[in-house]
Structure formats: C-alpha cells, structure tokens
C-alpha cells in the first residue's frame, strides 16, 4: 500500500504539472508552462523507472503491484526533490503574483455552491471552493490514515482558486511520497494466494504450478461473490469510482468507472454564462477536461 501511495502522488503530481503548465500557455506565459514540463519529465523519469512506462504505467494489478521499487529509487528521490522544489518555486513567482494572470483567472468559472454540489464536482474544483472533501482524508484507503498531510481549500470557488488548490497539493504530495518511503516496511509486494494475482512470467516459463495458476486466471478469472461494489479513489482532478456487479462467474456482470471530469465538463455552459468569451479558455483548462473520461 506504501507503494501504490508513493507511485498514485507521482502521478498526482504530474498530472497538476501539466494541467497548470496547458493553462499558462494558453494565457500566454511560456516560461511558466516550459519549467513545469521540466518537471513533468523528472516525474515522469521516476515513473519509468518504477514499471518501464511514463504515462501508461499499468503497474498497480489486482493483487499486488507488477514489480517492487527498483533499488536505489529513494536515492533518486532525494535527488529529485531539490529540483522540483526550485522549478515549483519559478512557476509559482511567474503565475500567483503576475496581475495578467490574475485578471485572467480571478473572478472566472465560479459558480454557486449549490450548483456544485447539484452537478457532483469532486477534487481540486470542489475544494476550491471550500468544500472539506478528499476521499484520501474522509474516506481512507491504502495507508493515506497513517500519513500527514493538509487538504488545501479555496473561497470563492473561481479559476485562480482552482490554481491555488492545485499547487498547494503539489507541495502536499510531496509531504505524503517523503512520509510513505520514509515509513514503507518490508515485505511482499503481491497477496500470497497465486489465484488472485498473475504469477511472474519467469515463474510460468519455469515452474508447472505457476503456469496453472496462470491459465486458470486467464480462462476462468476471479470469481468473486455474487453481490455489487463501489469503490471510489481520489485522482488527480477528482473522484474516480469503480462500480462492479457480480453473478459469480468470472466475468462481471455490469461494470461501470466514474470519472472525474464528466460533471464538471456538462457544467461548463453554468460556469461560463455572462462572462466574456476570452473565459471559456481558463475555465475549460481548469476543470482539466479529460476526452477519454467524457467520450460516453
């Protein structure tokens, strides 16, 4: 679970780098969005090394995780760390006191908090404007309940809070990676029951009970018991839930993923009404519209 939270704040991370980095470019301040693709490119190196893929990790499996931490990775951590400090520190002079930026974003995208609620925004947008709510915190999962860290909140609920709030949580994953690799045990990295996991493909090419625990996963799957879950987990830009019914068998009977940015995308119309035309850019970059969550 220390290792699922290490590589989740990651890609937190990098996720809030390059949705802060779109915005800056699209209001016009290149320094900013080429220092946080820097730092988009150190994260994503650490994730490389982890599972062998930058975006596209597929590393966390049902059961476990693909592989350990590679040796040496909290040394490359450290090293890490005073780079993103310093590139954080560059962005966060050029953009939060930079009074083009603020006309830009202050005062844009806001909405009533009973249309927030009302529409079922979640993450930086809801927290922004000043909702207490992060499943991490209210609803704890791994071992985000043994780790300190703030959950940053905004007032008014408009695109320089939705900013605020995504910067400070940048900080905050930090806090939360050095605290889980400071505190990680030692163990294994996968449940020991070989029927609910995938065996290693060394294992399978070598060893008989390995290649049937992996036939029998890939013909028969995981049969859990009849009945339905609802598991929701805090992305980077808000509530990703999984909802799975089962019949018994080895396939699900109904599955069905909540994104994050579905809601907030459908309100775009609210939070853009009477404001100038100039407004939709800020506005759609900070609800971070992801096209595979809303292509339904």
């Known amino acids: 679970s220390y290792i699922r939270v290490v590589t989740n704040e990651l890609a937190r991370i990098a996720d809030h780098y390059t949705n802060i980095a779109a915005a800056a470019l699209e209001l016009g301040a290149l320094t900013a969005f080429i220092y946080f ?17 930058r975006l596209t990790s597929n590393y966390i499996r049902i059961g476990g995780l693909m592989c350990d931490l590679p040796p040496g ?11 993103l400090d310093s590139l954080f520190e560059d962005v966060d002079h050029l953009l939060t006191k930079n009074r083009i930026f603020i006309d830009r974003m202050q ?28 499943i991490r915190k209210n609803e ?54 070989p029927y609910l996991r995938a065996p290693s493909k060394p294992d399978v090419y070598s060893r008989m009970e390995e290649m049937i625990a992996h036939f029998k ?10 009945g339905e879950v609802y598991f929701p987990t805090e992305a980077a830009n808000g509530e990703l839930g999984f909802y799975l019914v089962s019949d018994g068998t080895g396939k699900p009977y109904k599955c069905r993923v909540r994104p994050p940015s579905f809601t907030m995308t459908a309100a775009m119309g609210e939070m853009c009404q009477g404001g100038m035309l100039a407004d939709i850019i800020p506005t759609f970059d900070m609800i971070n519209m992801i096209g595979g969550e809303c292509d339904r």
């Open 107 to 134: 005062g844009t995208g806001a909405i009533p908090l009973e249309s927030i609620i009302s529409w079922g925004f979640t993450g930086p947008c809801l927290r922004a404007s000043g909702v207490d709510y992060d």
């Open 37 to 53: 693709v820097e730092a988009r490119e150190i994260v994503w190196d650490l994730l490389e090394k982890v599972c062998g893929a």
């Open 217 to 226: 996963i890939v013909i028969d799957g995981l049969k859990p018991p009849v």
């Open 140 to 193: 704890p999962y791994l071992c985000y309940d043994k780790i300190d860290f703030d959950i940053p909140l905004g007032k008014t609920g408009d695109n320089f809070d939705r900013y605020l709030v995504r910067m400070e949580e940048i900080k905050q994953s930090l806090k939360i990676i050095k605290q889980a690799m400071r505190d990680m045990p030692d163990g294994p990295i996968n449940v020991a029951n």
């Open 73 to 83: 990775f909290n040394e490359d951590l450290n090293v890490a760390y005073p780079k």
